[in-house]
């Protein structure tokens, strides 16, 4: 069985900076592209970054320049650096991987999820 636990979300003030980590474990044969999404209150769930197994990334407008995603293939990782964070980042995060249990079988996963509240 294949699990994403993330980690890492808190409570801090505008401007500053939170690490969210997301690791996989279980029956894994390759992890594939893995996301952030998020979802504030009342609004529906956003992609936040993105990244390929190759490392490639992209991200929502409303992130960039701010967050930084990346991944570690031998530890079965993501990693989500936010930094200059605001009020308007508020929201539940969840880590998303798309992985193969084996070489003809892939599947969707998710975390938990990781709450992250910006306020002074």
């Known amino acids: 069985q294949v699990q994403l636990v993330e980690s890492g979300g808190g409570l801090v003030q505008p401007g500053e900076s939170l690490r969210l980590s997301c690791v996989a474990s279980?029956?894994?044969?390759?992890?594939?592209?893995m996301r952030w999404y998020r979802q504030a209150p009342g609004k529906a769930r956003e992609l936040v970054a993105d990244?390929?197994?190759?490392?490639?990334?992209k991200y929502a407008d409303s992130v960039k320049g701010r967050f930084t995603v990346s991944r570690d293939n031998a530890k079965k990782t993501t990693d989500l650096q936010m930094n200059n964070l605001k009020p308007e980042d508020t929201a539940d995060y969840y880590c998303?991987?798309?992985?193969?249990?084996?070489?003809?079988?892939?599947?969707?996963?998710w975390g938990q999820g990781a709450q992250v509240t910006v306020s002074l």
């Open positions: 998303f991987a798309e992985i193969q249990t084996g070489p003809n079988h892939e599947f969707e996963y």
């Open positions: 990244i390929s197994r190759s490392g490639a990334s």
């Open positions: 279980g029956d894994i044969y390759k992890i594939n592209t």
